[in-house]
Every structure is written in C-alpha cells, then in structure tokens.
C-alpha cells in the first residue's frame, strides 16, 4: 500500500488500525519529515499528484475489513484520516459480500473546491464538476466521525412551522467538517452495518464500486450481496453485474436508498462523470451515444429504469425528514404484508409501523408508481417493476419543500427535483404537474428474478435502525441475511426466524 500526503506539519507518523468494535493498531510508523505540496489547477478534477510518503506491505494475517489511516502530528494531535480496504485472500465461507457506494462517496465529496453538485468548476451550474478525480483525499469526516456527529436527519422533529433546519450542516460549519459528511461516506453509513454485523456473527467482505465496475466476476461464489446507506451512482457496467449474478442465483440484500444517476468511469484516469441535470446539454455522448448519458435512469433516452435491478426507482420517493421536505411525516415504514418470510418473529402485523423511533426512514428514499386494492399496494408496472414483486412496507415521501412563505429563504432545494422529475418524464413543468410529479413514497419490495431473488429496503436510514439496536430492524434485517445465505424451504416461507441474541 502507498500513502500519497502532502502535510503543511514537519513531521507526520501513521497509525493504522481495522475499523471495527476493537480498533486495535495494526501498523505504525515513526515520526518522518513531511512536506508541503502545492495542488494543481482543478485538483478535485485532475487529482493531487502528489509524492509516495510511505509504503506499507499488508500482512497476510491481517484481518480482512475496513483500516483507517491516521496522521499524527508532533504533539500527538490526529491531523486526518483515510481509509483503505483489506480483501481476503481466499473467499471465507458463508461471508456476506458488502459492495460499499464508493461512486456516492466520490460524488458528495468536495475536497479540492467541487462535487459533482456544488463548487468552483468553471462554465458549469453551481460550479458543480460533471468528472472528478480519485486521486484526492476523502472530505473530513467521510472515513470518521467523533461520537454523536448529527446524521442526515434532525434528531428533534418540529412541533410547528418554521424555517428548515439541517443539524449537520450547523455541525460541520461549527466543527470544521465538509457539509457533505452526513450524506455520503463510510463513516455515517457501512460502517454502522459492518459493527453491527460483526458484533453478530456475520463475516462482512467489503468491495468498492469500482471493483465491481470492472469485475464481472466480483460477485461469484457469495450467496448474498448487500448494499447499504446512500447508495445513488452506478454504471451501466456495475448493474449489468449484478443482474447478470441475480439472474445466475445470487441474492441481493438492498438496505439503501436513491437510486438514481448512470454514471460512467474513464478507463485511463479513473475520473468519475456525471452530468446529471445538464446531460442532455453538456454530455459529450448525448447525440452518439444516448443510452450511456449521464442522466437518471428513468430517462427516455436511457431507457433502463432503476426498477429493473432494485424493484424500485429514486424517481418515485426522494426526502423525508430531511430539511422543510416532509419534515413531520413518520421515519418508520408502515406494514402491509406482515405474513412475509422477512417479517417472521417480529410480531408486526397489518398497519403496523416500525423503525419510527429510529428514525429508519429517510433522508431518501425509492419508490414506484402504485395503487391499492382491498387495502394492499400494488405496482402498476409501468416504471419497470419486476413480476411478481410484492411491496412489504410503505412510508410517503416528496420532492419539493413546503412551508410558511417566511420560511421559504431557509429552503435548500425548493421544488427543483420535482421539476427535473416532471420534465424528464413529462416535458411539462406546469405548476401542477409539478406538484404532481413530488409526490413520492418509499417502499420494502421483495421479487424472484431467474434463479436469485432481491429485497430491497429503500432508505439511506435503514443503518440508524440497527445502530439504535431496533428490535423489528434487526430481525427483519436477520430474516433475510439468512435466508439468502442459509437458503432453506422453511427460511423462505416464513416457517423460521434467527433463534440466536442476533434476533433480538
């Protein structure tokens, strides 16, 4: 491994340590002459290009997972973190395959003055860069987090009007960590999952996006896959992966929210590209290439809606909880089809909620158009729902903020994604088209596709369940972790449930 630093401190030692309910040091260094680096022009698009300051042959007794890197000042201070992964040597038995959402992380992350939604990218809106570079270090607070940092989510819900408030924000500004670390990153979202899972038994093996980008192989042999947190960027590539290892067998465990964007990766740079809102304007591959754009991916020109992998789409759900966008609904999901095998010993039944306390769901979530008949919701199947999914669980979501008009200057995003949603799908942005088109919700689905099968609980939030300790988050979370990697007639009717602490 080489750690690439530039350091306005003299001296800098490493302390690297696995991230996990131990945090033992595995490796460190002593204090060595560090030096300053100037960036170039647009480092967050053409990387740091910066020197070798250490090199470090991992072990083959270190212990597969998730290590940070901490730079240690003359006085013992902490100066930063990065983080690295540690992929077994040989597959484990049994392990889950977690694939971390390392294209959300890159696109939230701001270091070096853009993302690919705000920042100082010239001749673009917002100044928000369409490509960044991996070649630069994670915000702060994207690989760690002190105790207590706020997630995404207030943690005290208003008892009236008022203007929005985003607690994190206020905590970022006040504490020096980039605005973006609540919504993206290692720190607030597979992390939690790995402790949680650990401390339970599972054996967690951590993929990046990339990895599964350019491996078609990179599932093979785990019987489950799991996806976490805010999950929001794929390539084509990286779906067809997945669908290809569904389709041969594999399970899909999706306790993530908001997918969205068809990204693409530059095979010489690795520069990650997204145009997004401006694809049909500013994508170079808009007129010869338009099923690769850049765009949602319920985009007409696309034409590969989210539905087709995940069983549903961000199109349909996006904000609760989070700023003036929903901001009273509840943060659990409401029960519609308890006899299911996930929700086997909960005791939830028929309009039941869970995961409110928790505050499970949010910031964002995925959805799917719908009806209901004699009290059950069922896809219409008009935004690519698979055959025979069933939707388990509902929460109700919107796309615009809402709220007093003196309140209106603390808005972040106002009705804009409603009116991408309402263009895209419409070409009418008309006020109540619109209004129409924030109506959103967030959904648990479950459907068979060929020879694998795919729950998908569709919220960032779904972690905060199992690090609040919620009973029903963690039993359904264990119902189905053991039914896709102990596959057995009783496990997948709904015949037995997790008899072990792990349940409760």
């Known amino acids: 491994m080489q750690l690439h630093l530039s350091s306005n401190v003299d001296r800098i030692a490493l302390r690297i340590r696995r991230d996990d309910a131990v945090s033992a040091p595995v490796h460190q260094t002593r204090s060595a002459q560090a030096a300053f680096h100037a960036l170039p022009d647009r480092a967050y698009e053409r990387g740091c290009d910066w020197p070798v300051f250490s090199e470090w042959i991992v072990p083959a007794e270190v212990l597969p997972g998730a290590y940070l890197v901490e730079m240690v000042g003359p006085d013992g201070a902490v100066l930063g973190h990065h983080l690295f992964f540690v992929r077994p040597l040989h597959q484990r038995t049994g392990a889950l395959a977690l694939v971390a959402a390392t294209a959300t992380w890159a696109a939230y992350n701001d270091w070096g003055g853009a993302n690919h939604y705000y920042g100082l990218h010239p001749g673009s809106p917002r100044g928000r860069s369409p490509r960044l570079s991996p070649h630069r270090p994670w915000a702060r607070g994207q690989a760690w987090l002190p105790p207590g940092a706020p997630r995404s989510m207030n943690s005290q819900r208003p008892t009236g009007p008022g203007p929005a408030r985003y607690e994190f924000i206020e905590w970022a500004s006040v504490h020096g960590f980039s605005k973006y670390y609540a919504l993206a990153g290692w720190a607030s979202y597979e992390r939690p999952f790995v402790l949680w899972a650990e401390q339970q038994g599972y054996t967690v093996d951590i993929l990046t996006q990339e990895e599964l980008h350019a491996q078609a192989d990179a599932l093979d042999g785990y019987a489950c896959a799991v996806f976490v947190g805010h999950d929001e960027y794929w390539t084509r590539e990286m779906r067809d992966h997945v669908d290809a290892y569904v389709e041969r067998g594999g399970n899909i465990a999706r306790f993530a929210g908001n997918f969205m964007w068809q990204?693409?990766?530059?095979?010489?740079?690795?520069?990650?590209?997204?145009?997004?809102?401006?694809?049909?304007?500013?994508?170079?591959?808009?007129?010869?290439?338009?099923?690769?754009?850049?765009?949602?991916?319920?985009?007409?020109?696309?034409?590969?809606?989210?539905?087709?992998?995940?069983?549903?789409?961000?199109?349909?759900?996006?904000?609760?909880?989070?700023?003036?966008?929903?901001?009273?609904?509840?943060?659990?999901?409401?029960?519609?089809?308890?006899?299911?095998?996930?929700?086997?010993?909960?005791?939830?039944?028929?309009?039941?909620?869970?995961?409110?306390?928790?505050?499970?769901?949010?910031?964002?979530?995925?959805?799917?158009?719908?009806?209901?008949?004699?009290?059950?919701?069922?896809?219409?199947?008009?935004?690519?729902?698979?055959?025979?999914?069933?939707?388990?669980?509902?929460?109700?979501?919107?796309?615009?903020?809402?709220?007093?008009?003196?309140?209106?200057?603390?808005?972040?995003?106002?009705?804009?994604?409603?009116?991408?949603?309402?263009?895209?799908?419409?070409?009418?942005?008309?006020?109540?088209?619109?209004?129409?088109?924030?109506?959103?919700?967030?959904?648990?689905?479950?459907?068979?596709?060929?020879?694998?099968?795919?729950?998908?609980?569709?919220?960032?939030?779904?972690?905060?369940?199992?690090?609040?300790?919620?009973?029903?988050?963690?039993?359904?979370?264990?119902?189905?972790?053991?039914?896709?990697?102990?596959?057995?007639?009783?496990?997948?009717?709904?015949?037995?449930?997790?008899?072990?602490?792990?349940?409760?």
């Open 263 to 504: 990204i693409r990766i530059d095979g010489e740079s690795g520069q990650q590209i997204a145009y997004k809102y401006d694809a049909h304007l500013l994508d170079p591959l808009r007129d010869s290439d338009p099923g690769r754009v850049t765009s949602a991916w319920e985009d007409p020109a696309v034409g590969h809606p989210g539905a087709r992998t995940f069983g549903v789409n961000a199109l349909r759900g996006i904000y609760a909880g989070f700023g003036a966008m929903a901001r009273h609904t509840p943060r659990g999901y409401s029960v519609f089809r308890p006899d299911h095998w996930a929700f086997s010993g909960t005791g939830l039944g028929y309009a039941d909620m869970f995961g409110n306390a928790a505050g499970i769901f949010g910031y964002e979530v995925d959805g799917l158009d719908y009806t209901f008949h004699e009290g059950l919701p069922q896809p219409l199947g008009t935004d690519g729902a698979p055959p025979g999914l069933e939707i388990l669980a509902m929460g109700w979501a919107t796309s615009a903020e809402q709220g007093r008009p003196q309140d209106a200057y603390a808005f972040m995003l106002e009705d804009r994604d409603a009116q991408f949603r309402a263009a895209l799908l419409d070409s009418d942005i008309s006020p109540e088209n619109v209004k129409k088109h924030s109506r959103g919700c967030g959904l648990i689905v479950h459907f068979r596709k060929g020879a694998g099968q795919v729950f998908t609980a569709a919220t960032c939030e779904w972690v905060a369940g199992l690090a609040a300790n919620d009973f029903h988050t963690i039993a359904i979370t264990s119902n189905v972790l053991d039914a896709f990697t102990q596959p057995s007639a009783e496990k997948i009717t709904g015949q037995s449930v997790r008899s072990s602490k792990k349940a409760t």
